[in-house]
Each structure stands twice: as structure tokens, then as C-alpha cells.
């Protein structure tokens, strides 16, 4: 049964999208099955995937629309073992047309039902906004949300009114709704404004924030132009490493691989010279108080 997460944060540019294409292709990487919906009208997920959000013939806004089951527009990329719900510009228009209908916020959760037991993952890249697109994929997250925040000055504005509107989802319309961790993103190790927003991230959200951290990487960010994640770009670089890791922690807290895997791996990046010493054994700590 799939494992379903939607990345939200409705400030813009704070690497939603590049998590979900690269958290995605190293779940792929570590044999999960996963299917990535761009729920976004920019499509930026599909581009960055290498397909022309003008060519898709049927895409996300027909799955909410209803006027195509969801099993049929997916794309499968071999090469990335990753599929696709590509997004497409008409996806802008369904934000009006969604008012009108029946269960207008919950069209994306029960349009995953029939696929649910294909995948092992399935991840949600959500618009820069809280509109009717982003709760349809509140709704949808039915293990909980990631949130991107990037490590910047006042990577917390905004965050209240995004936690409040969880509340709302909560009360009203999902009463499951869990966030399953942020994600720092763009973290710059040399500065020491990255280190402190990431503390004062740590206090808003105790125990919620993974450990493995994405560092601003240019690789990372020339990887779409390419069409493809980073994994396949440039698998040495340290934004791989980042997502790598972030992918690692994610199986372990899901219980997808377990210690002696997870282990079995970190030794690997060790003995590749891709982490010292010191970030593997912080790693194995902090995973095991995660986990407890
Ligand atoms: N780790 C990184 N290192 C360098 N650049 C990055 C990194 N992560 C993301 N970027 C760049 O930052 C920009 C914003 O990232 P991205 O599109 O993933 O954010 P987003 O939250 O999805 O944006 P939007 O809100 O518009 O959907 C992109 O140009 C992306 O290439
Ligand atoms: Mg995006």
C-alpha cells in the first residue's frame, strides 16, 4: 500500500519541486515504486522531468475534473524508475471549476484510490499558494506532509499561516492529518545564518525536522534544464548526497528498510569517501532518537 506525502509550503521557490523529483528518484533508486502528481498549474515537476507541460494531452486537471481516471495520463520513466501525473497550463483553470463541485477539496484522495496498491510512494507537488489545488493535496496526504523550508533569513514567515491552516484541514475535512517532517533545503555550511535558522526551525517544530539537511548545490539547480534528477546528472555531487540521505532517513522512519540496511548503505557512502566519520556516526544517533 502506497505511502502517500504532499510537500507544502506556500512560500514560493523553497525547493518543493526539487524535492519531490529527487527525494522520488532515490526512493526509485532504493526499489520503491513511486509515483510523483504534479498538482502545480506552472508544472514545473514535468518540466524538470524533460516532458513539454504543453504537449500533455491529459494530465492532473483532468484527474480533478473527473473527465479521466487516473491510471490512464501516468508516465512512466524507466531510466528514473519514477511515474508521473504530469500537470499541464489547464490545470490553472481548475482551481474556478473545483467550486462548483462535490467534494471539492477531496477529488485528489479519492482519485488515488484505484493506484494506491501500485505504488509504494506516492508524492504530491503542491502550487506556491493555500488554494483549493493545495487542500485537494492536504486532503490527499494520507501519511502526512513534508514541508521545504529553505535556509534563509525569515524562513519562518509565513509558516504559522500554513501550520494554522493544517489546523483548519484537521478540523474540518481530515482529521488525520500529520506532518510527517520538514526539510531544510539550499542550507549553506559556511554561513552561520543557515546553522541558526535551522535551530530556530528545530524550536517551531521539535523532533519534526530531519536530520539530513539539502545543501545549496548548483548541480541541483541545473539538473532540469537537463530534464533529469539529480541522481542521473550528477550522483556525486553534494545535492545527491543531501537527497540521498534525506531518502535513507525517510525509509528508515517508514519502516521500508531497517537499521542493518540503512547501516549497510551509510558504510557504502563511507567507504566511497562521500561521508566522514563524524556525519555517519551523527546520522546512526540522531536516526535512532527519531526513531524512538
Ligand atoms: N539545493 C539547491 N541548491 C541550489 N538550487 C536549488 C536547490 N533547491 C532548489 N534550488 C533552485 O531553487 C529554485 C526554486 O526551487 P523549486 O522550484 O524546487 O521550489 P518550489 O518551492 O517548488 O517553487 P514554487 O513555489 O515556485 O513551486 C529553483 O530554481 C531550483 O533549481
Ligand atoms: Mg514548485
Known sequence: MAIVYTLVNQKGGVGKTT????????????GQKVLLIDLDPQANATSCLGINKHDVKAGTYEVLIGTKGIAEPILHNPRFKMSLLPSSPALAGAEVELVEMD???GRMRKA???????????????????????????????????????????????IGQLVQTLGKVRNSLFTELEIRGVMMTMEDKRTRLSHDVISEVQKFFPNQVFHATIPRNIRVAEAPSFGQPILFYDEN????????????????????????????????????????????????????????
Open 19 to 30: 524535492s519531490a523529483i529527487n527525494l522520488g528518484a532515490y526512493l526509485g533508486y532504493y
Open 237 to 292: 555531487s553534494s545535492g545527491a548526497l543531501g537527497y540521498q540521505m534525506l531518502a535513507l532517513e525517510l525509509l528508515y522512519g517508514d519502516e521500508r528498510l531497517d537499521k542493518e540496511q540503512i547501516t549497510q548503505q551509510l558504510d557504502g557512502l563511507k567507504a566511497q569517501g562521500r561521508i566522514d566519520d563524524e556525519r555517519y556516526k551523527t546520522f546512526l544517533i540522531d536516526l535512532g532518537k527519531l526513531s524512538q
Open 112 to 158: 488515488l484510490v484505484p493506484v494506491l496498491d501500485r505504488y509504494d510512494y506516492i508524492l504530491i507537488d503542491c502550487p506556491p499558494s493555500l488554494s483549493l489545488l493545495t487542500l485537494n493535496g492536504l486532503v490527499a496526504a494520507l501519511d502526512g506532509v513534508l514541508i521545504p523550508v529553505q535556509c534563509e533569513y525569515l524562513a519562518l514567515e509565513g
Open 103 to 105: 467534494e471539492r477539496h
